[in-house]
């Protein structure tokens, strides 16, 4: 399970800083990912602790993708977009967003929204809701037209699959 990055001693969290609790955790929960109740106890006991840490979302849908739990994934990201626009301050209902609705290029909780917007494409890509997945694609289209999130690729694979039907 790749949601740690490690530079030296220092660990990269996608999403943002995380207290050393929750570091300390989402380490735990990465060592023993092939312990699945295990990891995912502790990814829940970090989100406990620490209901604002969007590396914490990321984790633990990341770690639902990896386990084939797509539906979980799916609530996950769900939430971890809710906390990502309070923390931004911005409406957390997508379709309402537009490309001034926040500084979106700007890392933090904004950036966070439009990466998990990509992964939610992909889960619902992975789980044959085409149509859902396209419409998500052209909402970070509009939301994103640099693609600095990669969400070309998810668009691509939707397009493959698309044809092939």
């Not at 209901?51 to 939430?79: I, M």
């Not at 957390?92 to 950036?111: F, I, M, N, R, V």
């Not at 990509?118 to 890509?125: G, I, P, S």
């Amino acid at each position: 399970m790749k949601v740690l990055e490690t530079t030296g001693d220092a660990m990269v969290l996608f999403g943002g800083e995380a207290s050393p609790v929750i570091t300390q955790l989402l380490r735990e929960a990465a060592a023993c990912y092939e312990q699945i109740p295990r990891a995912e106890a502790i990814l829940w006991s970090a989100q406990a602790i620490d209901p604002r840490c969007l590396p914490v979302y990321f984790s633990l849908y990341k770690f639902y993708v990896y386990t084939a739990r797509l539906e979980d994934a799916e609530k996950v990201a769900q939430k971890g977009l809710d906390m990502a626009a309070e923390l931004g301050g911005f409406s957390a209902e997508w379709t309402k967003l537009s490309a001034h609705s926040a500084p979106w290029y700007d890392e933090g909780p904004q950036h966070f929204y439009l990466f998990t917007l990509k992964a939610l494409a992909f889960m619902r890509l992975r789980l044959g809701k085409f149509a859902e997945s396209r419409v998500l694609i052209t909402k970070l289209e509009e939301l994103d037209p640099a693609d600095t999130v990669g969400y070309s690729v998810i668009r691509t694979v939707l397009l493959a699959n698309v044809k092939a039907r």
